[in-house]
C-alpha cells in the first residue's frame, strides 16, 4: 500500500527561526513527490520534485528530494507568521492519476 | 489564474438527507478530484474524474456518488447523509497527463456538518 509519512506532526517556532519538515514515503513506481501549503481552506501549490529536479528553491522555501532513502524535507528559513500552515506532502505512484497526500505538519510561528 | 468554485463555504444537514457538493473550474482541465479531509488522517480521496461522464473510485468512494455531465463541473452526492460524513470536502483540478497533471488546484473547501 502507497504511503506518506509527514514529520512532525505540529510545530510551535519563533519568528526568524528555520525549521524542516520532513516526509517520508513508500509509493509503487514512484513518479513524483509535491508540497503544498494550507492556510484557511485550500491547499497551494509549492513544489514539485522529480527524477530529473531533486532540489527546488522559491525565496526562504527550498526543498529535496532523496530517491534512494525515500524522503524529502522542507526548509523554511527567516521564518514569519504568515508562514504559519498546515504544510502537505504527497507523492504519486507510476501510471496512477493519483496523489497520495500525507497528514500534514502544523506549523505555527509566533512572534 | 486557475480558479476552482466550491458553491457552498458551510452547510449544515440532517442525517438521511440527500447533499450536492458543486464544484466548478474554469481552465479546461480535464481531471477533476473529491477529497475528505478530516483532523488526525490527512487528505483522502473519495472519487476522481478524468473526462466528461467518467468516473473511478478512489480510496474511501463508500457512501458517495459523482456526477459530471459538463467538463467544468463535478458533483459529489451524498445519497444518504450520515454523522460520519461530517467533514472538509475539497474539489481539486489538474491538466492530464505529462509533468503537469500532479499539479492540483484546489477549491476553498466545503464544511459539511450532518446532525
Known amino acids: 500500500e502507497d504511503k506518506v509519512v509527514q514529520s512532525p506532526l505540529s510545530l510551535v517556532v519563533h519568528e526568524g527561526d528555520t525549521v524542516t519538515l520532513n516526509c517520508s514515503y513508500e509509493v509503487t513506481n514512484f513518479r513524483s513527490l509535491l508540497w503544498y501549503k494550507q492556510e484557511k481552506k485550500a491547499p497551494t501549490f509549492l513544489f514539485m520534485l522529480t527524477s530529473s529536479g531533486i532540489e527546488k528553491k522559491s525565496g526562504r522555501l527550498s526543498s529535496i528530494l532523496d530517491k534512494k532513502e525515500l524522503f524529502s524535507i522542507l526548509n523554511i528559513t527567516a521564518t514569519q507568521t504568515g508562514d504559519s500552515a498546515v504544510y502537505l506532502c504527497a507523492v504519486t505512484p507510476g501510471g496512477s492519476e493519483k496523489l497520495v497526500f500525507g497528514k500534514g505538519t502544523k506549523l505555527t510561528v509566533n512572534p | 489564474d486557475v480558479k476552482v468554485t466550491q458553491s457552498s463555504r458551510y452547510l449544515v444537514k440532517r442525517t438521511g438527507e440527500k447533499v450536492f457538493l458543486e464544484c466548478v473550474q474554469d481552465m479546461d482541465h480535464e481531471n477533476m478530484f473529491w477529497y475528505r479531509q478530516d483532523p488526525g488522517l490527512g487528505l483522502r480521496l473519495i472519487y476522481f474524474s478524468y473526462d466528461v461522464k467518467m468516473k473511478e473510485k478512489g480510496d474511501i468512494p463508500e457512501g458517495y456518488s459523482v456526477s459530471r455531465e459538463k467538463k467544468e463541473r463535478f458533483s459529489l452526492i451524498l445519497e444518504s447523509a450520515s454523522t460520519n460524513q461530517t467533514s472538509m470536502y475539497l474539489c481539486?483540478?489538474?491538466?492530464?497527463?505529462?509533468?503537469?497533471?500532479?499539479?492540483?488546484?484546489f477549491g476553498s473547501g466545503t464544511q459539511l456538518s450532518v446532525l
Open positions: 481539486a483540478s489538474s491538466l492530464p497527463g505529462g509533468v503537469t497533471y500532479e499539479k492540483l488546484f
